[in-house]
């Protein structure tokens, strides 16, 4: 995806390529709509993606999933295409920092409200608090919302081997959106990061 996002491209484009790409290379069908949103319109945690064409200097938020031998996954990305102003990185690291801080401390038996505190109370030190208007993650696995919940409301643990989403995200209205998430096997002592990708701000 990163060779084929570029100055130009439309949401529903990259959104496109991302669904022809898991259901060419095995994936039985989406986990749910893929969202590929840029500039303003990724302030908008669950927006569609339309015809609006990427410009230089917006991020780019890919959200999306494959469901594979009866069983869903769930992860997303937020790079940036030019250079990003210096809130743009700002905002890009107190995200990624909530993301990796509260991916050390999850393990089983600690509630879900115990771990979206982690990541919420490092976005709202920053500024930010009003700007993360979802829940921390969810359990994922034969649908693709399920238990365990990681949210401010939920006091019951997260169990051993459950599989859960990290995805903080801040979101500035009419400006841009940042989420990064990982998908994990949450285990005795921490967890097993099922995702792959690199997190470090990309600039293409």
Not at 8 to 24: A, F, N, S, W
Not at 139 to 147: D, M, R, T, Y
């Amino acid at each position: 995806m990163l060779d084929f996002i570029k100055v130009g491209r439309t949401e529903k484009e990259i959104q496109l390529e991302l669904d022809y790409y898991m259901l060419r290379n095995g994936a039985e069908a989406l986990s749910f709509g893929t969202i590929a949103l840029s500039g303003a319109n990724a302030s908008l945690p669950h927006g569609v993606p339309s015809d609006k064409k990427v410009e230089s200097g917006e991020f780019v938020l890919m959200d999306f999933g494959a469901t594979y031998d009866g069983w869903h996954s769930d992860m997303t990305r937020t790079v940036c295409v030019g250079k990003p102003s210096d809130k743009m990185k700002s905002v890009y690291e107190t995200v990624l920092n909530a993301q990796l801080t509260a991916l050390d401390a999850v393990k089983a038996g600690m509630s879900g409200k115990e771990l979206d505190k982690i990541a919420r109370d490092i976005i709202t030190k920053a500024g930010y608090g009003d700007n993360f208007g979802h829940s921390l993650g969810h359990g994922v696995g034969v649908e693709i919302h399920e238990s365990p919940y990681a949210s401010p409301s939920r006091e019951d643990v997260l169990p051993a081997n459950s599989i859960v989403t990290v995805e903080p995200g801040i979101y500035l209205e009419g400006e841009f959106g940042v989420r990064i998430e990982d998908f994990v096997v949450v285990t005795e002592n921490g967890c097993i990061n099922m995702t792959k990708a690199p997190k470090e701000l990309i600039c293409l």
